[in-house]
Structures are given as structure tokens and as C-alpha cells.
């Protein structure tokens, strides 16, 4: 696996990373030995720059990415987040980043994972109420202190990481981005480009629907939440956005690869500083996604996508209303 720099501070990573939320919440059921293993496989193949989160289960899926990496730590960057607060009943809390809690959540993240330091630390979301420069403060405390190396945040506005980042340099920004979400090419990536900070999009995937899996809503896993959080997976739009994946499948055809790995490897195409973190809780996907690291696309092939999936044709928002007013703050 090819290595990519989030930043300019050092961060080198695997260019295609493992997000691990699926395997502990919110897409259907879980197997913890087959999500232990994936994380395994993983290594082997080179992806070792493993996506966590202190609110993914919650707090169980820090525990599963400890276990799975107990005695292969130094080969691994690894990267969690604070910031949206839920309770031990799953209750979501609101959003902070006082420093006050900035330095709770690293220290339970800290023992969770059962590692002395974490490579990377996102502030998950931004606290409206709380200074940004506060938050990146106090997060610099902690590079002081080793505990963390590399700081991070994920959906923040162009002027928050301007800010941030003249508190302490930010390695890396976290956002939604894929053939189906990309507003961050407008302002946030050029943004980047000229400070110098990495980009890691999650839910390269457009959180399943280019892999060309789903053929109906009836396709969806058991017990699986997409449809009630995500309004692209709503009944209304689900078939639109079915037809634009098919798109995609018709292209991926014709170059023998599959849909998945053509829409990681046009992500691949789109900047050095680009490394996506295609989430997944079984081997056979992991592979699947790995291989996307060896496709080559055209100026033709390029062309191609982008006609048959043009800027803002998916159907639906990315987020529920309520969750579209905590990104880009």
C-alpha cells in the first residue's frame, strides 16, 4: 500500500485508511471476531491508518480497535475523536470541546484503547459555544504532554480551521466527501491546499451506495439505521440515487474493476493529501477496497464519472436537518 502525508508536520500514512464505526454501531449487526480480524487483515495488506471514535458503540468500538491492535501498536497510526457526547445508554448529549472535557475524553480514549498515545486526534464536531481557540489549546496540552501526536478536526467551516490552525498546526481535516457529497471541493479543499493540511474523507462510499450493493430498500441490513438517519436513504430518494450508482457500475464494468473501487480510486485522483477511510466490518470488502489502490484512471476515464455523475445529483441531503446545522460551523 502506497503511503500518503496528512500535513506537514510528519504524519505519514497508509493512502487508503480502515474506518471501524460499523463495526461496533449503526449498520446492522456486529461480529466482533470477524471486525478483529478485518483489522488484522488490514495490517497485512498495508492499510494501517485505523479510524475510531469515543462515541462509536458507544465506547465499545475504542475497546474493539485496543484488542484487535494489543501487539501490533507500532504498526498502526491511529486515530479517534472527541467531541459529540453520548451517555453510557446511547443517549446523545449535545457537542463540547471546553478543554475542561477535551482532556477527559483523550484520557478515557487513552485507557479504551489501551495505548500510552493516539497518532491522531479529531475534535469530532465544533462546539458552538466554546472558542475554537479554547478547544485547539487545549488539545495542543496534550501533544505537549504525548499523549497525542497529531491533531486533527472533521466538518469544520474554513474559517474555524484558520483559527485552529494558527493555535497549533491542524494535520488533518475529516469530512464527508465522495461521487455523491462534494461540496468541500468549493472552499474547504482549496483552503487546505494552501495551509498545508491533510484531507480525509469518510463515507467515500456514499456510506454503501457505490458499491452498487443495494438494488432496493428492501436490500438493507437488518436492523441497519441509514434509511431513519440519512435522508438519501429515505424511500423518496432511494431509487434515484440506486440509478446513479448503476451509472457508476456501467463505467466499473468496462475497466474490470468494481464500483467501490473505481469511486475510491477517482477520490485517489483527486489530490496527494486525499486519504480516505472506506469503512467496512468484513474481510472480503476490506480487500475489495484495498485493490483501489492499484487502479489507474484516465483524463477519459475521469471525464466519464463526472458525466454520469455530475455535482449535486444525488437525491436528498447527507444529513437530517438537525445534523446538517453541526457540520461546517
Not at 190 to 202: A, D, H, K, T
Not at 236 to 261: C, H, W, Y
Request: hydrophobic content about 35%; overall charge negative.
Amino acid at each position: 500500500m502506497q503511503q500518503r502525508n496528512l500535513g506537514s508536520e510528519g504524519l505519514a500514512v497508509s493512502a487508503l485508511g480502515l474506518g471501524c464505526m460499523g463495526m461496533s454501531e449503526f449498520y446492522g449487526t456486529t461480529d466482533e471476531d470477524e471486525s478483529i480480524a478485518t483489522i488484522h487483515r488490514a495490517i497485512e495488506l498495508g492499510v494501517t491508518f485505523i479510524d475510531t471514535a469515543d462515541i462509536y458503540g458507544p465506547f465499545t468500538n475504542e475497546k474493539l480497535v485496543g484488542k484487535a491492535i494489543a501487539d501490533r501498536r507500532d504498526e498502526v497510526q491511529l486515530a479517534t475523536k472527541f467531541g459529540n457526547v453520548r451517555g453510557e445508554d446511547g443517549s446523545f448529549q449535545g457537542v463540547s470541546g471546553k478543554p475542561e472535557y477535551v482532556k477527559k475524553a483523550c484520557d478515557a480514549s487513552l485507557q479504551r484503547l489501551g495505548v500510552d498515545h493516539i497518532d491522531l486526534y479529531y475534535q469530532h464536531r465544533v462546539d458552538p459555544d466554546t472558542p475554537i481557540e479554547e478547544t485547539i489549546g487545549a488539545m495542543k496540552e496534550l501533544v505537549e504532554a504525548g499523549k497525542v501526536r497529531y491533531l486533527g478536526m472533521s466538518e469544520a467551516g474554513a474559517e474555524t480551521i484558520r483559527k485552529a490552525h494558527a493555535v497549533h498546526p491542524i494535520s488533518a481535516l475529516q469530512s464527508e466527501y465522495s461521487l455523491f457529497t462534494r461540496d468541500v471541493e468549493d472552499e474547504i479543499l482549496p483552503l487546505l491546499r494552501e495551509l498545508g493540511i491533510g484531507f480525509v474523507p469518510y463515507s467515500p462510499l456514499g456510506r454503501g451506495f457505490l458499491t452498487g450493493r443495494f438494488k432496493s430498500i428492501e436490500d438493507m441490513p437488518e436492523n441497519d439505521t441509514r434509511s431513519a438517519r440519512f435522508p438519501r436513504f429515505a424511500e423518496e430518494n432511494f431509487m434515484q440515487n440506486v440509478a446513479l450508482a448503476d451509472r457508476i457500475r456501467e463505467i466499473s464494468n468496462d475497466k474490470n474493476v468494481t464500483p467501490g473501487q473505481l469511486a475510491l480510486a477517482w477520490l485517489l485522483h483527486q489530490g496527494e493529501e486525499v486519504v480516505p477511510i472506506p469503512g467496512t466490518k468484513r474481510r472480503k470488502y476490506l480487500e475489495e477496497n484495498a485493490g483501489a489502490a492499484d487502479v489507474t484512471l484516465t483524463d477519459e476515464d475521469l471525464r466519464c464519472i463526472e458525466g454520469a455523475m455530475p455535482r449535486g445529483s444525488a437525491a436528498g441531503e447527507r444529513y437530517s436537518e438537525e445534523m446538517m446545522r453541526a457540520v461546517n460551523r
